[in-house]
C-alpha cells in the first residue's frame, strides 16, 4: 500500500470508527434491556449476573467500542482526522460513486421490490439484461438506464401491491416483462459487433428459467412467487402435460 | 494396531459404499467440475462455490450426496484458483495468490502446460495428505476431546475468532478482532440459547429465531463480489499453453519432498482455528524458499516455488474439516461454509457427530481428490475458454443463484433482505480492508460461544477461574492472553528488538 492509499484509508478509518462507536454504543444501550441482575423470566430466576442472557452481549460490545476508539485513535494519529473532510482523503471518486449507487439501486430494487412481488423468471431476465447491458463497457450513462429501468419496475411493484396480500397479483409481471423488453431493445441496438451483449438476452432467458425449475422440480423447494405470471404457466405444463409422460 | 485396522476397515467400508452408487459419480462429476470453474473464474472464491452450493444442495438432497456436491466443489475450487494464476497472472482465489508469483514466468516461459501438470499434480497428493492426516488425528482428537468441557470449548471458539482476525487482517489486526465481534454480535440477536430471552429483535417476530447462516454466508461472500466484480475489465491476455499437460514422472519424483513437506505445512496450518488456504500457500512458500537449494529462483519462474503453494493449498482442506469435525470449529472460510451445510442438516459437528459422517466424509475427499486429478489433466482446456469468460457476464447470474439459493434455504423474503443488509455491510468492511472470514466465523461460533461460556460460569455458580483452573483451559487462556498481547505496541517492540538481536 502506498503513502496515498494509506492515508485514504485511515480518512476511511477515521469515519468507520466513529461508525462503530456510535452503532456498539447504541447497542449497549439497548444490551440494559435485558436483566442483568435479578431479573424474572418465565418464571425462571436470572438473579445472579452469570445467569443473565446480557452477560455476553455486554462484553462484546465494551470490547468493540474499546477497539472502535483504537482504531480511531490510530486514524487520528496517522492524519485521517485532518484528511477526513476532503474528497482526495476519502478517496471520493465520481464515477466510482455513480458505479456503486446504481448497483445499490439495482439490487434494492430486486430484492426488495420485484422478487416477492413479481415472476422470478422475468425479474431475474431484468436483472441480468440490467447489469450486463450497464457495467459491460463502464459507461455511466448505461448504469443510470440500467438502473432506472429496474427501479420504475421494482417502484411500480411496490407502490401498486406493497401488502403482501396483493403479491399474486399480475400487473407488475406485465411492466416487469416490459421494462425488460425495451432495456433489451435499447441494448441490442448499442450492441453492434459487441458479442457480450449480444449473448446476452439468451442467457437472461435460459439461466432463471434452468435454475427456477432445477430448484422448484429438480430439488422440489419453495421457489419466489410461485403463483406468477410464468412460472404458473411452466408449473402447470409440467404437472399436467410433462410429468405424466413418464408417470404414466 | 488394532485402532489402525478398525479405521481402515471403516474407511473401506465407507469408500465402497460411495463407489457402487452411480449417483456418487453424477454429483461428484457436477460438483469438482463447478468447483473448478469457481476456482478459475477471477472474482469468485472457494468459500462462494461451497456457500451458493450450500444454497441449492444443503437441505435437499440426502446428507451424503449433499456432502459430495460440497466437499467436490471446496476441493475442486481451490485446485481451480490455479488456472488463472499461472495463465493470466491473476489469482482465482486468494488460496492461488502465491501460486501466480512462478506459475506466470513459467507459462510465459512457454512451459505452461508443465507447470499445470505438475499443479494437479501437486494438489491431488496435497488433497491425499490432508485427508490420511484427517482421517489419523481426527480419531485422537475426537478421544482427547472427550476431556473438552464448556470452558475449554468457550476458550476454543474464542480462540478461533481471534486467531482468524489476527492473520487473516490485510492491514490493521484489530480490523479482523472488530470484524470477529461484529460476526458475534450478530450471533447474539434472537433467543438466547439458556433462557429463551429476547435479545435485539426490535419486536420483529422473524428476528426472535437469529441470523440464519445461510443468508448470512451468502451476503458476506457473494455481494460484496458481485459489487466489486461489476465494472469494466479487459479480459487479461491468457498465455499461450504449450507443452504437455500430463505430468513426467521423474519430475514429481525429484519434487516428491518438496510436496510432501508442503502438504504437512498446509495441514497444520489448516487445522489452526479460522485460518484459510491463502496463509497455508503464503506460509509454505516462504518456508520452500528459506530451506530450497534454488530460493533465489521462487518468484522467477521455480517448478518448487509453484509447487509449495498449490500442495499446501488443497492440503489445508482436509486439515481445515479436523477442528471443524473434531470440536465443531471451523478451520477456513469454506469450511464455515460447510459448517452452515451441517447446520441446516441438524448435524452439530464435534465430539458428538457421528463417526460414521468423519469416515464418509474422508472417503469422499479421497474421490473428489480423484476426480479433481484426472479433470485436471484431461479436461484442462475447457477449463482455460472459461477463464476468457467476462465478470460482467458471469456474476449477474450468481446473483440469482444466491438469491434462488437463499430463499428456498429459510424459505422466506425475510432471508433475502438479510442477505442484502449484511451484503453492503460486507462491501463497506471490505473497503475499508476489514476481513470478512472472522466475522463469518463469529456468526457461526456466537452461540457456541454464547452458551459454552454461561454454562461454565453456572456450573461453577460464577467463579471465573473456572476458566484457568482446568488444564486444557488454562493452556487455552494463555493463548488468548498472549495472542491478545502480542499485538500491545510494548510487546511489538520486545519481540522486535527479540528478533534483531537473534538476526
Known sequence: MNNDELATLRARDFWGALVLIAVSAFFLVRTFDIPLWGGNRAGVSSASWYNSAAIVPLGIFSAMLILSFVLLLIAIRA???????????????????????????????????????????????????ALTFGYHQGHARRMVISATVVSLCGLYALIAHLPQSQWAAHDDDVVTLLGWAALTFVMLRAAKSDRVLKICPVIAVIAPIILVCAMAFGFRQNVPNRGSLIFSKIEYHYYVSLRPLWRS | MDFVLSQLAGFGGAFAALVLDPLTYVYL????????????????????????LTGFFGNKIPLDYSLIALLGAYVGAIYGGSYPSILLNIPGTAASAATAMDGFPLAKAG?????????????????LIGTIALLVFVWVLLLLSQNIASPEKALLALFGILLSGTLMSEDLVIKGWIAGLIGLAMAMVGLDPLLSEPRYTFGWSYMLSGFQVVPVLMGAFAIPQII?????????????????????????????????????????????PGVGEDVAGWVSYGVGKSVSKEGEKFGKGSLEGLLCSETANNACIGGALIPLLVLGIPGSPPAAALMGAFKINNIIPGPTIDPEIILRVVAIMVLASFTMFIMGLFTARIFIKILQIPQVVFLPIVMVLTTIGSFSVGGGINDLYLMLGVGFVAYFLNMLKFPIAPLVIGVILGGLFDETLRRSLLISGGDIMVFASRPVAGVLLLLNLALIASQFPIMKRWFGRLRRRNA
Open chain 2, 29 to 52: 462429476i457436477i460438483s469438482v467440475f463447478l468447483g473448478i470453474t469457481f476456482g478459475a473464474l477471477p472474482g469468485l472464491t472457494a468459500t462462494l462455490a461451497v456457500t451458493i
Open chain 2, 228 to 272: 466489486e466484480g461489476m465494472r469494466h475489465m479487459k479480459v487479461g491476455q491468457v498465455a499461450a499453453l504449450k507443452g504437455r499437460i500430463l505430468p513426467n514422472a521423474r519430475t514429481i519424483r525429484k519434487h516428491l519432498p518438496t510436496i510432501t513437506r508442503s502438504g504437512v505445512i498446509g495441514t497444520g496450518v489448516g487445522a489452526l
Open chain 2, 111 to 127: 512451459r505452461g502446460g508443465e507447470a499445470l501438470g505438475l499443479t494437479t499434480t501437486a494438489s491431488f497428493i496435497g488433497t
Open chain 1, 79 to 129: 492524519g485521517g482526522a485532518r484528511d477526513a473532510m476532503t474528497a482526495a482523503g476519502i478517496g471520493w471518486n465520481s464515477d466510482e460513486a455513480i458505479r456503486f449507487s446504481t448497483i445499490g439501486v439495482i439490487l434494492f430494487f430486486f430484492i426488495a421490490g420485484l422478487v416477492p412481488r413479481v415472476d422470478f423468471i422475468a425479474c431475474s431476465g431484468l436483472l441480468i439484461t
